[in-house]
């Protein structure tokens, strides 16, 4: 194996296919940060371990796996966390429907409880085999129990066989050789933080990005959105960004990219406007061309060869397409304010009810398929409309559908329209073993109750984000659609509309101590959402956990789904403590909650200092934070905090800060600063 | 194009993989059937209009598709009819949960309602994608009307686009060079037939098959298995297939194929007994051979390199194997009075909460990979099932759950576990346009009505089996699962058994007339279950019907599905009757019915003299169905009933009849054979 980077190893097999993530990348491998890392310095695994081979099909793969092994990652799965003894396939693939590996943000990368990773280099629709099968005349060796006759699938497919011997088989369709990267531990959660440094890093969103999204109805009118952005200032509902659906276009489906006079006349006005009362704009779009776009003929010849909804498919792989989309979104939309996009489409689809985008087959002027493309295309949309910000200066955190392999670094959030709020979560659960940022979006509700419940999730969440693209008025008004579109209100929404501004402010609150935790993915690599096993491997019980799910270092959130009034929430080994009561929990065991509707189960590693902010409107470019510190146990004495301006690209050149708040023993508090960044984003007020 | 057979056009391109349906094919292509059909002697589109070419994928095949096509096929789709516009991935897989071409029984052909089919000749897993892009460049050409904006996935996602410059698009993975089929017309139905001929013709099925099928509780003992066996026969309840599941082997996931001796003692004794009572005895099974099956030893060789449920996977195309597995059948189980099999597991499974069967990258001794064998192992198991009951000179009708290519002839019928019954019935509506039958089989319920509806889809389906594996008691007496293994049982059940035995004895007097459909079936191709498309491809108003299908000549059948007391039902060009009234219908439109709980909607073309049997609790080797005509309209004055000894194979030496019955003018009968045979199947008593 050929060391890469510290902790980092590559098997190079045969001739590896031109286009790959990794020969495709952009970003850099963080070479100083991985030298940080613990390493042994030598493979989990041994080359004699793995066999590697060429057949008529592709490339093959077979990799150990221990008897005690458990498998978690392959990007963005919704349907399940731990996937050992499943078969998953790489490919990507819109509000998948069942636990196939199909993901918006497939990743060919998985970690194991062993405390290891690997990944293969590929944009093949491979499939994962995770110990699966025993290879032939295996199972003759073992003893036999009769079981009881099942009666129903669950019993006769349950496995017999005992799980030694057992490989993870990889089948790489068409390439004819492949590279295979290893990362070290020594555990899982090091691991994955190598992943993230070897992708280029995780990404480090503006401070206004960790506020409240709203995203507005689809066939909204300048006057409408007026109208919703100026009851949200009366009404004192926090949100940040504003986003705008399909309709501000003068074409969609496919896209003019073009702002449509007739419903936003004077849209610079209006935007000047939404600028006065600090919003932050977001616009939707996908990259399908229509013809009528003013880019359409420039990049028609670098294109893919059929159409998408009437529409051209760029290849942005090409520097020239690329740079004319992302010179187009500068002029038009970075440089007149735009803060970021939603890049809607870029995933394919097989599960919904009309099925669309390109066919595999389709052939690109980069010499890519329609497959390779179909896995690669949501970071090359991340990576083209990443480019004006980058030159502007200004730091988006943006929405996008697709994602792949080493796309830590992109400051965008997944989003589905599944809209299951059991699969939602599982999101939140799922996304940290991959690089990935997950947002379980909020619409409407079948009841206030479920909004609330939904809201819960979202505001402890990657990005908290109503999507009301369906509705004209808000969900708390009223949560059926057909009503909302009528103006028809829910009686006493007034009450409904009150718990979702607190658990609005909740977020606001949150935002310092969130904030740290992305500094901490973006220098360390080290998720801001993880599932409870990345940090306890050792720990059985939390390896099907997929209901609650650390955010930052200190919190744990249990979310409650709609329909029940109570949970069991299991804590992982520690001593933790009730966000709302301060009550006492020892870990290793489960206990039940029913906090009531207005409080979502939230618990605290007893220790933790925790840095609340006074709830504001919305994080202006000159926000301070007036942070509050609430002590959970005794020994709460110190946290840290992230500080830089918030906006800008400065914190690479070394414009950034560790704020090390203490409590002396005298009850003062202490604010200690190492970095080189001037102002102040905090003010620490006092202790809770 | 190169000529294969009246009607039957092959294009080949590069080299063919070794192994493909036509190549691995055991039937000959029913020259002289195919003879007798209508045909122009041109194809039905030049070479000209057909792209192939190679890329590093594989194969890839460009076909036209008029503006006005419609695409149906692709095997057994139980989530669609009409294809077009849609992507259709050809690969086995069980109980497949979206509209993504998966399938118990997948199949690379196509008819197109411009009257021809074309069919890839591959085990590819192959990907069609029928008409969903234009090229690049043809979307310019248009005019655009800006729509509406979209508020609903629903509005954004339909197409703008004119239909015209369609294709269909195939990819054929890892393949260097393919052979593709081209059927003529010269309408829909007759593409059809052609395809089925090609593939050797349908099955006939012997006429016990025809009857009722009960399938009893896993966990049955022998005295379990009698009581039932009693109270069918004491209850008068038709029944004529009796079948075990798993329990009866003493090792099952995987399976030694052996009778247990511990719930089945002195297991022939009983068999005899159930034989004696004019019960068929059906035995479950899967092919994944347990170490402790007889035959392990000398099939492991034989086998492919992976386990399944710690069984082996013998490579049922290598004959040593296919000798060994058929001969074992025979000597333990055909040569003893076992009538069928059924077939379970040979599917794959990526969609079931415990996902199994072995990689895409296995190997098997004859050279096939996972994916190859995959797609042809259901037709393999079944060539291999099918050679015993050949050398004892006994036709079966077993079931099996995979099927694909070229698979018309043999005697096995489709089922799955997906239990939804539209989806059900969407099954008998689409098995017809590739060769192959469906059993909307009926478990417990979630209701009296429930079960009721059900059964009457069933009883007018290929199949007419109650799969009564999960629970000991019959359904009629509890649908309740929990309830029924308790033995508590529904208030008042002996009407719903009433109703049962009306519906099952319904199906005892229609095996004349379905006998006689599958004769058509076996020597003309022509299906006995069809969409009704299949008869009209040029009334769209039937293009998208899934709820309502053609079983022979002259019966409409649209079953009520529970929830709904009435239901609207099409009538495509003609003039009906009401199956039960005798009430007249106009075709060309639809009307509305609601006849109750007992009573499924059947309709009968005008003109028809329908043969009802006079129900029998069994079909005995030696029966003899006394024969009711029922006049629909003045004109039904004529019929043809297909005889023979309903059990061997005498029929493909010439010992069969069809019987001409018609009523002279004077009220009197004649009833004309011709052909061979000798004995009488129907005794002809009367007009109803």
Redesign the interface.
């Known amino acids: 194996m050929e060391r890469i980077a510290n902790g980092v190893w590559r098997v190079r097999f045969g001739q590896p296919e031109q286009h790959t993530p990794v020969t495709l990348r952009e970003t850099e491998i963080r070479t100083e940060q991985l030298n940080e890392l613990k390493c042994t310095g030598t493979p989990p695994f041994s080359i004699d371990e793995v066999s590697l081979k060429e ?4 490339v ?1 793969i077979e990799l150990p796996l221990a008897a005690e092994e458990h498998i978690y990652g392959f990007g963005l799965q919704l349907h399940r966390v731990d996937h050992t003894g ?2 998953k ?1 790489i490919r990507v693939n819109s509000d998948p ?4 590996g199909d993901s918006h943000a497939p990743v060919p990368f998985y970690v194991s409880t062993s405390g290891y990773g690997v990944y293969v280099d590929t944009l093949r629709y491979a ?1 994962f ?1 995770c110990g ?9 060796y ?1 003893k ?1 129990e ?9 019993e ?6 005992s799980e030694s011997n057992r490989t993870v ?1 990889v ?1 790489i ?2 390439a004819k050789g492949i590279d295979l990267y290893v990362f070290e531990g020594p555990d899982l959660a090091t691991a994955v933080q190598r992943y993230n440094l070897f992708s280029g890093g995780g990404c480090l969103p503006p401070a206004w990005g960790l506020g409240m999204w709203y995203r507005t ?3 909204a009118k300048r006057e409408d959105v007026m109208r919703l952005a100026n009851t949200f200032r009366e009404e004192r509902m926090p949100v940040d960004v504003f986003g705008f659906e ?2 501000w276009q ?4 496919s896209c003019s990219l073009v702002w449509d006079e007739e ?1 936003f006349p004077e849209h610079e006005t209006m935007l000047g406007e939404l600028y006065g009362m600090n919003y932050r704009v977001n616009l939707w779009e996908h990259l399908f061309l ?3 776009s003013p880019i ?1 003929s420039e990049l ?1 010849s670098h ?10 498919v760029p290849d942005l792989s090409i520097p020239e397409a690329r740079s004319i989309f992302a010179e187009y979104h500068k002029k038009e939309f970075v440089d007149k304010g735009i803060a970021g996009f939603k890049l809607d489409e870029c995933d394919s689809s ?7 985008s ?5 052939e690109f002027p980069s010499g890519m ?1 329609g ?1 390779q493309m179909h896995n690669q295309l949501g970071t090359l949309y991340q990576a083209t409309i990443q480019g004006p910000f980058e030159k502007a200066g200004k730091r988006t955190l943006s929405q996008v559908r697709a994602s792949g392999a080493l796309a830590s670094s992109f400051p965008f959030v997944l989003y589905s ?1 599944l809209y299951n709020h059991k699969v939602f979560i599982r999101g939140v659960v799922n996304c940290g073993f991959s690089g990935l940022l997950w947002s379980p979006e909020v619409r409407q509700a079948e009841s206030a109750e479920d909004l609330i419940r939904r809201i819960q999730t979202a505001v402890f969440s990657p990005m908290a984000l109503l999507n009301c ?2 509705i004209p008025n808000p969900p708390w008004m009223q949560v059926d659609r057909d009503k909302n579109i009528r103006g028809e209100f829910m009686a006493g929404y007034d009450k409904t509309r009150d718990i979702c501004r607190n658990l609005f402010e909740l977020r606001m609150a949150f935002i310092p101590y969130l904030y740290t935790a992305y500094a901490k993915y973006a220098m360390e690599g080290r998720p801001p959402f993880r599932a409870l096993v990345m940090d306890n491997p050792d720990d059985s019980y939390t390896y099907d956990i997929d209901d609650a799910y650390m955010m930052g270092e200190s919190v744990l959130v249990a979310p409650i789904v709609t329909g029940s009034s109570e949970r069991s929430v299991y804590f992982p080994k520690g001593t933790w403590r009730c966000f709302w009561t301060g009550a006492v929990y020892e870990g290793g065991q489960s206990y039940t909650f029913s906090p009531g509707l207005e409080r979502i189960p939230v618990f605290v590693k007893d220790g933790t200092l925790l840095p609340l902010a006074k709830p504001q409107q919305y994080v202006a470019d000159d926000a301070i934070f007036e942070v509050t510190l609430q002590q959970f146990g005794d020994e709460a004495r110190e946290c840290i905090l992230y500080e830089d301006d918030g906006l800008t690209f400065g914190y690479r050149s070394g414009q950034y800060n560790w704020v090390k708040v203490s409590i002396n023993s005298d009850g003062t508090i202490d604010a200690g600063r190492t970095g080189a960044y001037e102002r102040r984003l905090y003010h620490i007020v006092g202790i809770k």
Do not use: C, I
Request: glycine share 6%; charged share 30%; proline share 5%.
């Open positions: 057949t008529n099909r592709g093959q499943r078969k396939v429907v069942a636990d196939t499939t085999y699966t099968n025993l290879r032939k005349g295996d199972s003759e073992k036999y009769q079981k009881t006759v099942g009666t129903s699938e669950m006769l497919y349950s496995r017999q066989a088989v089948d369709p068409t109805y689809s066939a399909p309709g003068t074409k969609a489906y419903r229509h013809p009528m359409y028609k294109s893919g060869n059929y159409e998408v909804w009437e529409g051209l097989d599960y919904v009810h009309s099925n669309w390109f066919p595999d087959v389709a398929d497959e329209d693209w369906r």
